[in-house]
């Protein structure tokens, strides 16, 4: 099992560039979730997507859009890249039972420059 | 929404010494989730300890909770260079999601 993969691990853009950040997981978990990690502030919630077909907002939702695609994939686009989003993302997966939470599986991470 | 807080931010110990680094958390929780990170890594579930329970172990782990503080500690016994790492407490917060604090840097000097 390859756990929770994401593509791609660097990536540069322009001020106003778009792009997608890919997710996948291959443990048939219902629970999918994006976070932005920034020096000193730990992780930030982005988007989560609590089960198949639903996407709702975390603590940090400007400037993003999401898509859970399937029960697998679940990725992130930045509409028009601004220099604040210069950040390291990291996709994570979980089982998901109603109340219960469950320990999350994090992918390697994307460290994206916006210049 | 729930914010874990480690304490302390930073920690430079010697092989072989006990690691001990705390979180508190501000509502009532479900229960407390610890992750490591090696550095450019992904984060890695150490251990979850649920709201019922006071005491956890796990091989060099062990983590406590005490809901009247609204405090965990986490505790490295033995440690060794490849502890290295960053140490975040996650707290639930409703909706499969969680909160977590911004980190204990340990550096295990061989």
């Known amino acids: 099992n390859a756990g929770v993969t994401q593509t791609p691990k660097f990536q540069v853009l322009k001020t106003g560039q778009s792009m997608t950040l890919q997710c996948a997981q291959d443990m048939n978990h219902n629970s999918m979730y994006w976070y932005r990690q920034d020096p000193g502030m730990g992780l930030r919630l982005i988007y989560y997507?609590?089960?198949?077909?639903?996407?709702d907002k975390g603590e940090v939702p400007n400037g993003y859009n999401v898509s859970r695609l399937n029960k697998r994939e679940f990725s992130l686009r930045l509409e028009s890249a601004a220099p604040s989003q210069t950040s390291v993302y990291f996709c994570?997966?979980?089982?998901?039972?109603?109340?219960?939470?469950?320990?999350?599986?994090f992918g390697p991470g994307t460290r994206l420059t916006v210049t | 929404s729930q914010q874990g807080e480690e304490d302390p931010q930073a920690l430079s110990i010697q092989e072989g010494e006990n690691a001990t680094m705390n979180c508190s958390y501000k509502?009532?929780?479900?229960?407390l989730q610890w992750y490591r990170q090696n550095s450019g890594r992904g984060l890695v579930h150490l251990i979850l300890i649920r709201s019922n329970e006071r005491e956890k172990h796990s091989g060099r782990l062990r983590v406590t909770l005490d809901t009247s503080k609204k405090s965990s500690s986490l505790l490295i016994t033995a440690s060794r260079a490849a502890d290295t790492a960053s140490y975040f407490c996650a707290t639930y917060y409703g909706n499969n999601r969680l909160a977590f604090g911004k980190g204990n840097q340990v550096v295990v000097i061989p």
């Open positions: 997507s609590a089960s198949e077909g639903t996407t």
């Open positions: 509502t009532s929780i479900n229960n």
């Open positions: 994570a997966s979980s089982r998901a039972d109603s109340g219960s939470p469950y320990e999350q599986y």
